[in-house]
């Protein structure tokens, strides 16, 4: 009898091509997660992921359910995956859940959080995790642009995947900006989120900050739909996965 | 005319042989100051610094000094060292000083942390700055047995160096073990400290949180001035130099 398994997933992306499997590496994080679960099992397995972080991307609160046949408790694959998996995945929680629970399919919310450094010293000990600007950006004239963007639209302008078929209408419920010491934290809350999306918004926020574009002109990006009007992708190792929300 | 200038610096050690230049490698901390200085200068350029961090050490209050022939003004020194140096070596203050001022000689204390990470999680985002103990230490027991190593004391049981033929007396003022979240640190005050001896003194309070020995037994350890007698030297990554006194 097979049991459905929820696990709460911390990681440092920095040296993985993304959450999902690719052909050619085993240097993602489904990868390393079904791999040692299938050393423990014995039997292929498949790990569901609430989403797919890109390449570079951490997490903090990635969410991913899994279908396991085993006599261990859930301490005792608790362990086993912290064992086996490398230094930089830890799986924080995991518990046995209804065989309906889907990571993905019943996601309701997620949040994300984009770090810049924009402090005089150089992060020497936070630099694989934040972004640094070439300029310090302007936070209020961002925190007007962010406000734009608050609400459900077509952010089709803040899309990475140009063969994107599907709706690119989404909702966004908050973008707080806030800087603490040298770092600006922008925190990200929707109910879903396009390829590159985050970071997009991110880059077009810091060029608003930069003085590039108006807090204004947000409102024209969204209706333009076009990627080529939006700003910059902002570099990946400055995103994190921070909570995934279910019912 | 040669201007004398104090810098305080941070860096993550983890990629370097430690802070003294050696043959047949540039990464030393020494090495890319002088080098980054001396490229500024056009001359060749000795920076003192006021002790040696070991190979893979970090520090987040180094001190040293430097004597340059220059038109620039301490920022734009300051401004020139960090665009130069790379991005896990960072200036984080320089001063004009005193032709007189030796950051070694000068050096009446310094204040070391070493952290453990005792906590159940993987410390994923912050493993390259902490050891992890392969047993929960007693933390109690070990405030104890550092108790026994305050004070004026010949520390020759926790000197790396067996060739040392200068005294191994040194004063220890203060051995603060403090558990927040899951880091376990201990915090080392002292007015110098022997080769490895803040390493090897960590080593062998864990072994006293580990049981393997009595904080009593630390009284004995010092009168026996034999290094085989104390614990291991523990690992260089959760040692950080964080201040250097000076009058």
Redesign the interface.
């Known amino acids: 009898m097979k049991q459905n398994y929820k696990m709460v997933l911390?990681?440092?992306g920095s040296r993985y091509y993304g959450w999902e499997h690719q052909p050619n590496t085993d240097l993602t994080i489904q990868g390393k997660l079904e791999s040692v679960l299938s050393q423990m099992t014995g039997k292929d397995v498949e790990v569901i992921g609430a989403g797919r972080t890109d390449a570079g991307v951490?997490a903090k609160g990635m969410v991913a359910n899994v279908h396991l046949e085993t006599d261990k408790t859930e301490a005792e694959i608790l362990e086993y995956l912290?064992h086996y998996?490398p230094?930089?995945?830890?799986v924080?929680d995991l518990r046995a859940c209804s065989d309906r629970f889907h990571s993905r399919y019943n996601a309701l919310g997620k949040t994300y959080c984009y770090t810049c450094y924009v402090g005089d010293?150089?992060p020497?000990?936070t630099?694989r995790?934040v972004y640094i600007p070439e300029q310090k950006p302007d936070v209020e004239r961002m925190r007007k642009a962010a406000e734009y963007l608050i609400g459900t639209h077509d952010f089709a302008s803040f899309c990475g995947n140009p063969k994107m078929k599907k709706s690119t209408v989404r909702r966004v419920d908050s973008i707080r900006i806030e800087q603490k010491g040298g770092y600006l934290n922008l925190t990200y809350h929707g109910t879903g989120f396009l390829q590159y999306m985050v970071r997009i918004l991110t880059g077009t926020l810091l060029e608003v900050g930069f003085g590039l574009r108006t807090p204004e002109s947000m409102e024209e990006l969204l209706e333009a739909k076009s990627r080529l009007l939006a700003g910059f992708t902002a570099p990946a190792k400055g995103l994190c996965l921070m909570e995934v929300d279910y019912e």
């Open positions: 911390a990681y440092d951490h912290n998996l230094e930089d995945i830890c924080m010293k150089k020497v000990f630099r995790f």
